[in-house]
């Protein structure tokens, strides 16, 4: 999708209303930082008149309505192709997760799942014998520390991973950039996989969940600190996925047969998505303060 900038604002200005008014008459835009502004960009055919409603709405309006020839002309929603060109980061870890996928038959081949997993192995009869930590590292298997994420364990493993993190990581990526987005998947998988690793020991263990859960925690805080419409989950997303958790850390998921559940990466993802929300929220805030 074609945009070109429309406003260039301090952030000291509230752009939640008239963003939530451009969402309410399906116009299609975008608002980034740069410095200490902020710019919202929209279609060129639509930019003189995102100008003249802000000039007139600044703050939004609830009772506006667009005349019917002009939603006729607005653009259609971006097709997946383009928010998949917007969120480079996004699609392109889901598509590493999907070759990996294929690499590895969804964790039925021991011998390639090796290359990703925490800990490398080898096979003894019906035993797996991993190797240290400190040996891998020391050979130079850095990738090992955050390639976790990548492994999925069957279709229903892959799938629901998939769909929250394209959900969640295109919100990130649109509002703070790609390589902030890259810095916070790979940050985030690194320390659940510490955890995971320090909790449960040598295992075979895999999965963006542990990411999933950092980008939830660093969304929440970085909403309530800085109130951001991009970051507005659905009412109930939140505590769904906190229900969730309490459930897998019951072992009632284990208890039913489907396997045993990465806690430690859910609550060390968790945990650290929390830290990097409140620092990068309280970040957020202090600038629209100043």
């Known amino acids: 999708m ?10 000291a200005v509230d752009l939640s209303g008239f963003v939530s008014l451009l969402r309410r008459l399906q116009v299609p835009h975008r608002v980034v930082e740069e410095g200490q502004e902020q710019v919202l960009w929209a279609p060129p055919n639509l930019a003189e008149d995102v100008r003249q409603l802000y000039q007139r709405y600044p703050e939004g309006n609830d ?26 980061v996004t699609a392109g870890v889901l ?5 990996v996928a294929g690499l590895t038959g969804l964790g039925d081949n021991l011998s390639t799942i090796g290359w990703f997993t925490f ?5 003894q009869g019906e035993y797996l014998y991993f190797t240290s930590l400190a040996q891998g590292l020391a050979e130079g298997q850095w990738w090992r520390l955050v390639s976790p994420m990548l492994l999925h364990f069957g279709v229903l493993h ?71 419409p991009h970051y507005s989950l659905p009412k109930g997303v ?18 039913l047969g489907f396997g045993q559940i990465a806690n430690a990466a859910h609550v060390g993802g968790l945990l650290i998505g929390c830290l990097a929300g409140l620092l990068g929220g309280g970040l957020a805030r202090r600038k629209l303060s100043a």
């Open 2 to 11: 074609n945009v070109i900038e429309v406003l260039r604002l301090p952030l």
């Open 63 to 88: 009772q506006i309505e667009l005349p019917a020839e002009t939603q006729a002309d607005l653009p259609q929603r971006p097709s997946l192709a383009e928010q998949a060109r917007a969120c480079k």
């Open 95 to 99: 598509l590493l997760c999907v070759v």
């Open 119 to 123: 800990l490398d192995f080898r096979v």
């Open 158 to 228: 892959l799938a629901m991973n998939g769909l929250w993190y394209w959900e969640l990581g295109k919100r990130i990526e649109l509002r703070q950039g790609p390589w902030v987005f890259l810095c916070l998947t790979l940050l985030f998988s690194l320390v659940s996989n510490l955890a995971q690793h320090y909790v449960s020991g040598p295992s075979l263990f895999g999965g963006l969940s542990g990411v999933l859960y950092g980008l939830l925690g660093y969304v929440w805080l970085y909403q309530w600190l800085a109130p951001n």
């Open 238 to 255: 939140l505590v769904m996925m906190l229900i969730w958790l309490v459930v897998c850390l019951s072992g009632v998921i284990s208890q």
